[in-house]
């Protein structure tokens, strides 16, 4: 029998504990003045001399002494007794005590003569204006920008000692195969260290991966007292679970303590932390966005505890664009795509599985619903902490509604112009009421390309808002079979359908209703597969002897197609954000020859 | 003579001209998946595979037919037949269709039987429910972020390709030297290119630094020739001015043509754009912050439009908190420090020199005063453009007024309580009429420790402010003389004497008052230093023969000192504010017995 955690903490308490276990880490390294853009201090940095190093002219023209020049006026100008040439940036000798710019004095004979006198410091730079020498330039704890590193060469500084924290990242996991190798299935490609490594580092970290353990207590264990020794932190990647072939919690026991283990976080709570040796020991969850959260929370919490930068986005207050519902006494962090609509931004959810990675690269930002509540309302304000710069917020375009590869293409011809598309997954129903609730700048509806669909499916729930249409793809549906079908012979043929609401599902009910045949009576129509390519495998292997897909498919598969019509994909668009120039990008960019062309390139 | 400009172009006009006559460029470089973080893709990614390839069971237990187990319940448990052990993340046999937990079942005579039935596709993982084959991960345009690394990695990406410019880097003048080498007085260090690398770099631009040229044009348009033909973009650093040795005008105008020369910028003025065979010459200025502003508007808006991720910060509006001017027609930068003072956000201006390279150091952000306008009011609102993180703002503490050693102390101690001190110079008066004000969360005074000059300098404009005064140094100073120095014999020394205002001034003043000696008949009495070293030097060296400065200076030059009373560098806090967490930590540290301890170590 799998092992229960005993109690999980909650992610509040799991941070204290944490801080209070590893006080900060006192580590630096000293890297070249280019490598250290975007480190943290470690000491103070002071000028190694003063800038300028003494008194420069800033023009061109002649040194002289300010109560040399007195009294000089244009009728009554004065030569330039003693005086010397110089150039801007030249060294002021030192008996001088101003310049006197060329174009303001004129030859006679060899001695310059001026019509006006010179105030004293005029046209110099004194030794010192931008920092005199043991200034202090910057202090510790400061993360150092592109243009600090201009100024630091200025003032001497060729080396600067940063802060540092060397992580090792241990794979484990018998299922692993490392990058480059295509998984069998059942094996997963050992990606979680690759973005702990990309993400630590980002904050100054220097990361050590190792190479993968497999699931044996033994070699874990090892693996982990050579990790911890040649590090101040490390991070075993898998196996933190509390399953059967979850050994870290083993093999931090054996060397050390537990801090914690499961904390009251979605995703991320099989999660464990260890003390060897005064050292952290990270057990990180495999599912990968399990394991981001615990890098970000967790890891990324300590590392800025330690002093070192922490990366965390910008938080901006929006609304939720759908109800959501979370358990209470979990901290749940879920992938959102914010847009702005007419003035409001809004955030819809992406999928919240471990498993979803690709939730976390549709969204731009994410929601921290806290411990204590149960869920959240549509329409509620909420805070949502971004994963891209806030400027980009302004240039990003939602959709809701149905994803297809035609609107992949939009995205990518969209981005030419400078505008994002974020697609966030609905039924065609989701997508009618985004609308309606004006939470997107666009619907996505695959519907079937009949006038009673239109009114069913939007119409109705749409009276009075006056809409755009913009036809991003339009597929022809049919029948595929093996063999020539008729009314007459239909009930010898086993069925495979598509999903109730599903422009195929809705296709064969009006073509059934109009032939006559009582849906009933068909075999497998209750028999429902969910993509179209599964429909014509299955009747392409013999598993069933009909369903209904895109023409294209049935060409290659070289089966028999009876015609249903069309499917179209479009885009609803108030028409009254089509001034938007966002908006009006994507109209015009769904419209443009290129993408019609890229388009035909994808057609079945 | 010097060339002049014939006339300057606006900032706007030179940046469309720029876009007009360099078209995107479409460069792009393959790089492993690790090194792509930070860059944008030049092309979009779709997934090599599906994620899960198959469908896996998501829980240890029995793979099962969802229609075998129906009608089990707790009165009527069912045996399990047909069915096999399966682990959380193996593949589902092609015949069954559900997973029962292993928790959910027990063993009787090698047979599992079960009390509950399973409804179908229970704990299973869909083959593609992550992403299917083919289907798009990152359109192009993307900025890849660390986490998308990941998903990457999973879907079967190793390679990425993203969009790329090379970037040529040429810096010229004859009194540079490279860093590393002390410049001796009038020659610079070579640190402009050093920072357009630095900055340029972390746009996801190709730079290459070349060697130094000389001043000497046939050099340097050899530089250029062969800089152009390696790169898609030159930078020639400084020389673009129009003074007798700036040759980059007339190495551009051999090879090319002239796009603009001279820009409505400050600082940047004597940029000049031009076009060589098709490719963007850049002439930087050489004054450090003028070519900062050259790289962050013109050559960071070019690679934006190239379709680079632009790094620029974030907005924010605040108010000003001292009035500026700025010339009509110019587009001005103004480096500044942000900070929130009970509430509200006030940025104070640095000083705005091309060659104070420490402004920008000191501030978080830049203010840009557009060419409409002529000034702008105390107390109005502003944007402004970030330099760090906008909620770093939260914990950055702005105080005004004089800066000294050990205020530079006090920030290095108060990094470690998490909090930033931003010192911007003002005069006792300034920073009085900023407490005042309230624009700053402390002001710092250099005063004389007597209660006239507190009375005089500080409680005359703050009437009814409840104030805090913490100490952060005291000095004694007095007149040090290379001779002994009485009353009868003073009409026999040249002083030496600081600026009005100060503390030594009126330290002195007060002495020769009580003492009834006229100041007007004291030699030198209107010889101004700007520094107590200066003091110090000047009688050291015999040029004077007394002056006013610190004990430990007269200690360290062997120097007679007659003691004139005591100089308190103290912080000024409205007792408002000393309840907010920051000021707190600040007045905390600057009680502290550690900071205490460092500032021994700095006294003279």
Known sequence: MPRRYLNLTPLSEAL?????????????????????????????????????????????????????????????????????????????????????????????????????????????????????????????????????????????????????????????????????????????????????????????????????????????????????????????????????????????????????????????????????????????????????????????????????????????????????????????????????????????????????QMAVVRANGYLHISAGREGIEAGEEVRVRLTVPPAMIASTLVCIGQRSPALAELQNCLSDTGYLLHCCNASTMGAVLAIRAKTCHAASVCIPETEAAWNDLVLRYLPGVDLLRVQVARTELGIISAGDLDTDNLASFRFVNRPKGSPARILLDAWLDREGVDAGRLAGYENEVRTPGAVAAAVGSGFADAGVCPAGMAREAGLRFTPLGYESCELLIRKELAGDDGVASLIRTAQSPEFRERLRSLEW
Request: proline letters at 8%; one cysteine or more.
């Open 16 to 356: 204290a504990s944490m801080r209070r276990t590893f006080p900060p880490l006192d580590r630096a390294e000293t890297v070249p003045l280019r490598l250290a853009v975007g480190r943290v201090t470690a000491e103070p940095l002071y000028a190694e001399y003063s800038v300028p190093k003494v008194d420069i002219a800033t023009f061109d023209g002649y040194a002289v002494r300010s109560e040399d020049t007195l009294g000089a006026q244009d009728q009554r100008p004065l030569p330039l007794a003693d005086c010397a040439r110089i150039n801007t940036g030249e060294v002021l000798p030192p008996s001088f005590d101003a310049v006197v710019m060329i174009e303001d004095t004129w030859d006679d004979g060899g001695t310059p003569w001026i019509r006006k006198s010179a105030a004293p410091w005029q046209h110099v730079r004194h030794s010192g204006e931008d920092i005199r020498a043991g200034e202090l330039i910057l202090p510790k704890g400061h993360q150092v920008r592109p243009f600090d590193i201009g100024a630091l060469a200025t003032y001497g500084i060729t080396m600067v000692k940063v802060r540092s924290v060397r992580v090792g990242i241990v794979p484990t996991g018998s299922d692993l195969v490392p990058l480059g190798v295509a998984p069998a299935p059942g094996q997963t490609i050992e990606t979680n260290t690759l973005m702990a490594e990309a993400y630590l580092t980002r904050m100054g970290a220097t990361c050590r991966r190792y190479g993968i353990v497999p699931d044996d207590p033994d070699l874990i264990r090892d693996a982990l007292e050579e990790a911890v020794a040649e590090n101040d932190l490390v991070i075993l990647s898998a196996g933190s679970s509390a399953g059967t072939r979850d050994f870290s919690r083993d093999a931090v026991g054996a060397l050390g303590e537990i801090v914690f283990h499961g904390i009251a976080v979605r995703p991320g709570k099989p999660v464990l932390l260890g003390n060897v040796g005064g050292k952290p020991v990270l057990g990180m969850p495999g599912y990968p966005v399990a394991a981001q959260t615990v890098l970000r929370e967790i890891v990324g919490d300590l590392l800025a505890w330690w002093g070192l930068a922490a990366p965390r986005g910008e938080e901006l207050d929006v609304r939720l664009s759908r109800k959501m519902t979370s358990d209470l006494g979990f901290d749940e962090f879920v992938p959102v795509s914010v847009g702005r609509v007419d003035g409001t931004c809004w955030a819809t959810p992406h999928p919240r599985g471990g498993g979803i």
